[in-house]
């Protein structure tokens, strides 16, 4: 399946054409093979969108979200660096569909 509208930074246009194919596609042009870890945060991140209508603003906003969330363990930049290298909440928002972060580089 082809990847839907997507901007000049790799965002979607519209977020209602995301679903879990184009996150792996997406996922894939980043050399990133989705695992259950992946997963968990991509549904984090998507309810964090449904419930806020915005995208954790900034990484240390988006690694608290994970930390409320999920635990100390799983919330901490070097754990999500791991799972989504560069800036974490930029790639991570990329491949869950939602909207470029707006205090991310």
């Not at 100390?72 to 974490?88: A, D, H, V």
Request: include cysteine.
């Amino acid at each position: 399946m082809p990847v839907p509208q997507r901007n000049n930074e790799g965002f979607l246009e519209n977020a209602d054409e995301w679903s879990p194919s184009v996150a792996i596609n997406i996922a894939a042009e980043s050399e990133i093979l989705l695992t259950g870890k992946h997963w968990e945060i991509i549904e984090l991140l998507r309810q964090f969108y449904k419930q806020y209508e915005i995208s954790p603003p900034s990484n240390r906003l988006f690694v608290k979200a994970v930390k409320e969330q999920l635990g100390e363990i799983k919330g901490n930049s070097i754990y999500l660096m791991q799972l989504f290298p560069g800036t974490p909440a930029k790639t991570a928002c990329r491949i869950a569909g939602l909207p470029r972060p707006t205090n991310c580089l």
